[in-house]
């Protein structure tokens, strides 16, 4: 297979990349514009392997988008480039207006056209793999759970710019006949997760030795999936998907934000004692505006048609990050030194 991946330097993406070019032997071309989210290094052991590729561009960018797909000429397209985090999304939305709505739609542009050049095989292959969240459902009381029938009802601005472009997909399927493929995870986490997000933001705060901040009073629950099971999941799903359908992909994992702060500190304090117990750093702090309480996902649809099951408990996964991060440092340091150094993020002025 020959598939074009988006925004494949951020932390999904990196993780499918490596996937379809260690994994599977694919051939990938990489599309990243390298925003402070995406980093070429997170994709070092797939750097000169043969059928791998990589573009730096602005999916926003019609003309080089449809030149992309002309002259690469993929079998699929896996459309992981975005703006992903909610706080930035609260402290200014415009870059994700743009890149997840209008780089969404210059994207399907550029797919229409050059999947109505194809012909016979070729055309009848191709696949447009949109890459969602689960947030786009909205905020979920203590039971239940998210399925593809769930009603779309974004809070954030991040999941409306999200659920916006879920809806051209569909739209471009209905009324081109592109054949388009959704997915909606929960929250993914694991290695080369860029320190904005809670569990990586935890691990490094809790080496320095810095307050651990949780907002609210902890309780919102997450539905956390270790990022290779979701890669394996949108492999499956873009080589044996259903042309038009979603898929639901979860982590079988909830635990309230406090259980998995606590988590962290005593993973740390087993492999590297502080000389105190690390959940003195946990520090509540003032919450999210439009805090969703709750996500989790009924993922008994693509675990029925495709055979996906995530193989990771979050007791395995969480043991595997932080492991990861402890040895890994010469890929955070210079991210917390340059980039993000875990200041407070979408407390709006
Ligand atoms: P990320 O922020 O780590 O990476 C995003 C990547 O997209 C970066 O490499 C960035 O440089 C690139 N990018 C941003 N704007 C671009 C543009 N205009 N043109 C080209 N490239 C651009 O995000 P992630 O966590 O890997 O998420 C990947 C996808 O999965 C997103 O669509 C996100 O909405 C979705 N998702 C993420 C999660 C999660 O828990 N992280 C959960 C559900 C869905
Ligand atoms: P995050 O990793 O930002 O993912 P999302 O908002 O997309 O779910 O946050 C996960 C949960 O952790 C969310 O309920 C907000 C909370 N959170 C904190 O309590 N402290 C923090 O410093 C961060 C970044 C998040």
């Known amino acids: 297979m020959r598939v074009l ?8 993406g990196s993780a499918v990349t490596r996937l379809l070019v260690l994994g599977r032997g694919a051939e990938v071309l990489v599309v990243d514009k390298l925003t402070y989210a995406g980093d070429r290094r997170s994709l070092r052991a797939c750097e000169g392997r043969p059928g791998f590729d990589f573009l730096e561009a602005d999916i926003c960018d019609r003309e080089r988008m449809r030149a992309t797909f002309a002259d690469y000429r993929p079998d699929a397209v896996m459309h992981l480039a ?28 550029a797919a229409r056209a050059y999947h109505s050049s194809l012909a016979g095989e070729a055309q009848a292959r191709f696949r447009f793999h949109h890459i969602s969240t689960d947030e786009v459902f909205g905020s979920l009381g203590p039971s239940g759970a998210f399925t593809e029938m769930t009603a779309y009802d974004p809070r954030s601005p991040y999941s409306a710019s999200k659920a916006a472009s879920d809806h051209l997909v569909r ?7 592109l054949p388009t493929l959704i997915t909606n995870c929960s929250n993914n986490y694991g290695p080369y997760h860029f320190p904005e997000k809670l569990i990586p933001l935890v691990i490094l705060n809790a080496l320095a030795g810095q307050a651990l901040p949780v907002y609210g009073n902890g309780s919102n629950v997450r539905d956390w999936l270790y990022v290779e099971d979701h890669a394996e999941a949108l492999v499956s799903v873009v080589e044996r998907g ?3 359908e979603t898929y639901c992909i979860g982590g079988h994992s909830e635990r309230r934000n406090l259980q998995v702060v606590e988590a962290i500190c005593d993973g740390l304090d087993a492999r590297v004692p502080a000389g105190r117990p690390r959940r003195e750093l946990i520090t509540f702090v ?3 505006p439009g805090h969703d309480a709750r996500y989790a996902i009924d993922c008994a649809k693509i675990e029925a ?5 995530p193989q990771q408990s979050f007791e395995t996964g969480i043991a595997a990050t932080i492991d990861w991060y402890l040895a890994n440092d010469w890929w955070w340091r210079p991210l917390r030194e340059q980039r993000y150094a875990g200041e407070r993020l979408g407390l709006p002025g």
Do not use: M, P, Q
């Open 5 to 12: 991946v988006t925004g494949g330097a951020g932390f999904i």
């Open 82 to 109: 975005a703006e992903s985090h909610v706080d930035r999304s609260i402290t200014g939305a415009a870059d994700f207006i743009r890149t997840n709505i209008d780089g969404t739609f210059a994207l399907l542009e």
């Open 171 to 177: 739209a471009w399927h209905e009324t081109y006949r």
């Open 242 to 244: 259903r042309v038009g």
């Open 286 to 288: 003032k919450d999210r």
């Open 305 to 309: 048609e495709l055979g996906w099951r």
